[in-house]
């Protein structure tokens, strides 16, 4: 059973950063595929980015292209999402979730906020 702990979330200006951070106990955690998944008020979920086991790969959704990075420290069992020149439309509840073969994601954590003011 894995556990993940997201981390830094809060309130930011347009045009600002966030750093947030996923810690993950209980299982080895360089098994796992990790992804930022993030819910808006009133939206559906949807998927934000993902990285391989070593890091070597990373994927983004379109909105978040260039202006998001993801990263991992498997060394320290943290994915860590690095957001710049957020915007009002990024305000939403970003969850981290762990998946052991790229499909479907068998852990999650309690999300964190993050919100964008304009």
């Known amino acids: 059973q894995v556990q993940l702990v997201e981390s830094g979330g809060g309130l930011v200006q347009a045009g600002g950063s966030l750093r947030l951070s996923c810690a993950a106990s209980g299982g080895t955690f360089s098994n796992y595929y990790m992804g930022w998944f993030r819910r808006a008020p009133g939206k559906e979920r949807e998927f934000v980015a993902r990285?391989?086991?070593?890091?070597?790969?990373?994927n983004y959704a379109d909105s978040v292209k260039g202006r998001f990075t993801l990263s991992r420290d498997n060394a320290k069992n943290t994915v860590y999402l690095q957001m710049n020149s957020l915007k009002p439309e990024d305000t939403a509840v970003y969850y981290c979730?762990?998946?052991?073969?790229?499909?479907?994601?068998?852990?999650w954590g309690q999300g964190t906020q993050v919100t964008v003011s304009s």
């Open positions: 990285i391989t086991w070593s890091g070597d790969s990373t």
């Open positions: 979730a762990a998946s052991r073969w790229d499909r479907e994601y068998d852990y």
